[in-house]
């Protein structure tokens, strides 16, 4: 008996962990996505200096560039340097 309630037991942990483990990853991607769209603005803000090209980051272009990525902020180097 002892041991049928310690493997129910490691089953149950194992699927809790499972469960939140998901929402952790995908929130530890975003990140990734979030800091990687910051170091590439911040490349195009210093080279793109010589051709008047800015793109400011704010919570908008930071949302942009972390769902959709590198895609993301070559979208918003198009839309900023159209307008």
């Known amino acids: 008996m002892e ?3 310690l493997v129910v037991t490691i089953i149950a942990v194992i699927i ?3 469960i ?3 929402p952790f990853k995908k929130i ?3 990140l990734l996505n979030i800091a990687i769209g ?3 603005i911040l490349i195009v803000n210093n080279f793109g200096v ?3 090209l800015h793109v400011p980051f ?3 272009t930071a949302l ?3 769902t959709l990525g590198i895609p993301g902020v070559i979208c918003l180097i198009i839309l900023n340097y159209i307008f």
Do not use: M, Q, T
């Open 64 to 66: 942009v560039s972390g």
């Open 3 to 5: 041991y049928f309630i």
């Open 28 to 30: 530890l991607k975003l």
């Open 50 to 52: 010589k051709i008047g």
């Open 16 to 18: 809790v962990a499972k």
């Open 58 to 60: 704010n919570k908008v």
């Open 38 to 40: 910051l170091i590439l």
């Open 20 to 22: 939140f483990s998901w």
